[in-house]
């Protein structure tokens, strides 16, 4: 368990001292010292405070060693995103980052989409794929990219590279948004999204190009849930050919219109 270290590392990341510390939660600063140093063992009361004080779940304090988070992991848990205080799976996302300690963006590609359906939580895996920065990205979000293939985003064009920022609690997924997710069965997919899962435990899931059903994907097949932050692409999106008769019909009134000006003007 990974108390101890815990309640080290957080107490230290906030700039306090153990007779801070101490003061606040009514304690001797020798009882906050045997703690972090493994001399004392905390009791469910105990284990309550610091919940408490640190707006991090029980589990959390005892089940995740914090200070491997990253950055990004690590304002969402301090943002009160601790999805164990929520009742829910602790995710905890895979990621790498660079020799300043900064999380790299790691770029799924279409040849590798297949081996990140399963590959996904194993960080042998994931520290293998290629990594770069975006300087106009936040530091303090966790982005990854993945290369989409076929045309049901359309004007999004296919094989662009769509980079999205993590969402950890889903309940925060908003509706009409795009999403990148990972599914069980059907892998990574790029959609508009309809949140439904407080009241059907479901997302309805929308294609741009309207040739195609939308469907809903049940909770328990999500692995991941990014929020669509921007597209790369080398190709020029198609032109959309619905309009087009449309834009003709108005050029032509406009041609008849200055016509009729012309003539009265004479």
Not at 127 to 155: C, E, T, W
Not at 164 to 180: A, C, K, L, T
Request: aromatic share 10%; net charge negative.
């Amino acid at each position: 368990m990974y108390f101890n270290s815990n309640i080290k590392f957080l107490r230290k990341r906030k700039g306090r001292t153990q007779d801070e510390v101490a003061l606040a939660l009514s304690m001797k600063r020798s009882t906050l010292s045997g703690y972090e140093n493994l001399i004392a063992q905390p009791n469910i009361e105990t284990l309550i405070t610091f919940s408490k004080y640190f707006n991090i779940a029980i589990d959390t304090l005892l089940k995740v060693d914090i200070a491997q988070l990253g950055e990004s992991q690590l304002s969402q848990l301090e943002r009160g995103f601790d999805v164990f205080i929520k009742g829910s799976t602790l995710r905890v996302l895979t990621t790498t980052v660079d020799i300043e300690n900064n999380e790299n963006i790691e770029l799924v590609e279409e040849k590798a989409k297949a081996g990140y359906t399963t590959g996904f939580a194993d960080p042998e895996y994931i520290k293998v794929l290629p990594a770069f920065h975006l300087p106009f990205l936040s530091r303090n979000k966790k982005y990854r990219s993945f290369q989409i293939s076929g045309d049901s985003m359309l004007p999004i064009p296919d094989k662009s590279y769509v980079t999205g920022e993590y969402i950890v609690d889903w309940n925060f997924i908003r509706s009409h948004q795009p999403y990148i997710i990972l599914t069980r069965e059907e892998g990574v997919v790029f959609k508009i999204v309809e949140n439904k899962l407080t009241e059907e435990g479901i997302l309805t899931l929308h294609s741009l190009n309207t040739i195609y059903e939308p469907f809903d994907l049940p909770v328990g097949e999500i692995r991941e849930v990014w929020k669509f932050v921007h597209y790369i692409s080398s190709e020029m999106p198609e032109p959309n050919r619905e309009r087009d008769p449309l834009t003709d019909t108005v050029r032509q009134l406009q041609k008849e219109v200055q016509a009729i000006q012309m003539r009265l003007n004479i």
